[in-house]
């Protein structure tokens, strides 16, 4: 018994030792052209398709269709604001 706890231990170690070493890469900084740097901070507005979410019968934060219409303008709103 305790040589197959041992050898499960040791499965689990190796495990995470690869998976640590495979995911290592995501975080290193790859080498491309740098993005310009500005004198003045800008801002910047990120707007994912949130529309299929919303009013596909699988989506992720299905609403009720009727107020769809008004949450997008409501998006819309907000994304003429930030220009």
């Not at 299905?62 to 107020?67: E, F, S």
């Not at 819309?76 to 604001?81: Q, W």
């Amino acid at each position: 018994m305790k040589v197959v706890l041992s050898l499960l231990l040791i499965v689990i170690i190796l495990s995470g030792l690869f998976l640590f070493f495979q995911f290592k890469s995501f975080s290193s900084v790859i080498k491309g052209t740098q993005i310009s740097k500005y004198d003045v901070s800008q801002k910047a507005l990120l707007v994912i398709d949130l529309q299929k979410d919303l009013t596909d019968k699988k989506g992720k934060a299905i609403i009720n269709l009727k107020q769809t219409d008004e949450a997008i303008r409501n998006v819309n709103s907000i994304i003429e604001s930030a220009k």
